[in-house]
């Protein structure tokens, strides 16, 4: 329906750009599994990708920026090509300035959030670049923003180092107090196991993070999962 309206209908660009930042922040929100997949690419992918390449004035929020990034590398995993493309260089445009140490005055200008900093290092991971100034850049900026992160936040932020094999230490421990300290009666096994995966692939030890593991599998009745865990706990 939305497709049609901006395609056959008479609406505006700012219109057009609201309607697909809410699009592209339903499908993102929701992971790979659910965005759309269509014999080469989708109007969504190609709305997307005008609005991100807008220049100078996108008429979005840097917060809505970065859902719509995150849903272009999303869709660029299930194999759309054009999806890759409008995230690699919008990301070359509005971000490779961080790591020369120089931003847009705009950003400056206002206040970064942890989940939109978040959601581009799941982009990065997702591109698999390997820009090391930049995402040293975003990690920093990470740092002082971490205990505001909710539990899922903060497991995607440290799968999504791992995944870049990034080993930043400072940001590694200040993410797992976080799990121990803020999240630790919200752990689940699922979660432990995840969290205790990606500090083991970037070799970061962390007691913290071990001793809410051993704490957790002591108060839990035995089955795959927790034996499962009990491995990772060993390796660990």
């Given at each position: 329906l939305v497709e049609s309206e901006c395609v056959m209908g008479q609406v505006s660009e700012s219109w057009r750009f609201e309607a697909t930042t809410c699009l592209a922040t339903f499908f993102a929100e929701r992971g790979a599994d659910l965005v759309p997949q269509e014999e080469g690419s989708s109007w969504l992918t190609m709305s997307a990708g005008q609005l991100v390449l807008a220049q100078p004035k996108t008429p979005v929020s840097g917060e809505a920026l970065s859902q719509v990034l995150l849903y272009l590398s999303l869709a660029a995993v299930t194999g759309d090509a054009a999806a890759a493309t409008f995230a690699r260089k919008a990301f070359r445009m509005r971000y490779s300035r961080l790591g020369r140490g120089q931003e847009h005055p705009k950003s400056q200008e206002?206040?970064?959030?942890?989940?939109?900093?978040?959601?581009?290092?799941?982009?990065?991971a997702a591109l698999e670049f390997r820009d090391a100034p930049v995402l040293l850049a975003?990690?920093?900026r990470c740092l002082g923003l971490v205990r505001s992160l909710s539990l899922q936040e903060t497991l995607q932020a440290a799968q999504a180092l791992a995944s870049l094999k990034f080993r930043q230490e400072r940001l590694l421990e200040e993410l797992g107090e976080n799990l121990v300290v803020k999240h630790r009666s919200d752990l689940g096994l699922d979660d432990i196991r995840a969290a205790l995966r990606s500090w083991m692939d970037l070799r970061v030890p962390h007691g913290g993070l071990l001793a809410a593991a051993e704490q957790l599998l002591a108060a839990t009745e035995a089955d795959d999962s927790e034996q499962c865990v009990h491995r990772e706990v060993a390796e660990f």
């Open positions: 206002r206040p970064w959030s942890s989940q939109e900093l978040v959601r581009l290092l799941r982009c990065y975003l990690c920093n």
